[in-house]
């Protein structure tokens, strides 16, 4: 068991569409706030409470988040924190980080192809 790689105080987490195959799925991530250093990115066939639960349960074993406030757009996330005892609150302001990151993201992938083609892997590698 390694130990965790980064203690974030305030993590931002959002999700946005992205096309794999020509088939849609959601790229979901979560960047410390400060240094916007990307913690975590993980891809889900859809998206909702379950999948950001499972995405945060997992950036939770890799990370030491005891101290981390989450940054959240949606009640739905603030449910999955809940579930996992979690901190966290909606804050449209300073989780604007991640929306510039998702832009940001999406804006080098249209400059080759429309879509990803390839592994879901892929995805999570580039």
Same mark, same amino acid.
């Given at each position: 068991?390694?130990?965790?790689?980064?203690?974030?105080?305030?993590?931002?987490?959002?999700?946005?569409?992205?096309?794999?195959?020509?088939?849609?799925?959601?790229?979901? +991530? &979560? !960047?410390?706030?400060?240094?916007?250093?990307?913690?975590? %990115?993980?891809?889900?066939?859809?998206?909702?409470?379950?999948?950001?639960?499972?995405?945060?349960?997992?950036?939770?074993?890799?990370?030491?988040?005891?101290?981390?406030?989450?940054?959240?757009?949606?009640?739905?996330?603030?449910? &999955? !924190?809940?579930?996992?005892?979690?901190?966290?609150?909606?804050?449209?302001?300073?989780?604007?980080? !991640?929306?510039?990151?998702?832009?940001?993201?999406?804006?080098?992938?249209?400059?080759?192809?429309?879509?990803? %083609?390839?592994?879901?892997? +892929? %995805?999570?590698?580039?």
């Amino acid at each position: 068991h390694n130990p965790p790689e980064a203690k974030p105080k305030r993590v931002a987490v959002d999700e946005t569409a992205v096309k794999v195959n020509d088939e849609w799925s959601w790229l979901y +991530s &979560a !960047i410390i706030s400060e240094t916007k250093l990307i913690l975590d %990115v993980e891809l889900f066939g859809r998206h909702g409470t379950d999948p950001g639960a499972a995405f945060l349960h997992r950036l939770s074993e890799k990370h030491d988040l005891s101290d981390a406030v989450f940054l959240v757009d949606g009640y739905g996330y603030q449910t &999955a !924190i809940s579930r996992l005892g979690l901190s966290g609150w909606l804050d449209y302001v300073e989780r604007n980080l !991640i929306e510039k990151w998702f832009h940001t993201l999406k804006m080098r992938v249209d400059r080759f192809h429309n879509s990803w %083609v390839g592994s879901h892997g +892929s %995805v999570r590698e580039w």
